[in-house]
């Protein structure tokens, strides 16, 4: 399994307020984007897995309107979000 919860702990300290802060939209949209490389790399490999290209649509399609939403409420967090994560050029 990619995703165990030591990794997920990981990623909500680095990202949340606290290790168990999974309700933050930062600590949501820094797992959704570990989620969305880790599709992206299975993809890469199994171009015809169709199934698995739709849940990454699906969940780019969540991490976006979770960025809209950080964005809308407070412009600061969302910029170095997408700074941290490298999610804009």
């Known amino acids: ?3 165990t919860p030591e990794k997920k702990k990981e990623i909500f300290a680095k990202y949340g307020k606290s290790e168990n802060d999974s309700g933050s939209p930062e600590s949501q949209v820094a797992l959704l984007t570990f989620r ?3 599709l992206n790399e299975h993809l890469k490999q199994h171009k015809h897995d169709y199934r698995t290209q739709r ?3 699906k969940l780019v399609g969540k991490r976006k309107r979770l960025l809209t939403y950080l964005k809308n409420n407070d412009v600061e967090r969302y910029r170095t979000l997408i700074k941290e994560l490298n999610l804009r050029k």
């Open 1 to 3: 399994m990619y995703l």
């Open 36 to 38: 969305i490389n880790h």
């Open 55 to 57: 849940a990454l649509l």
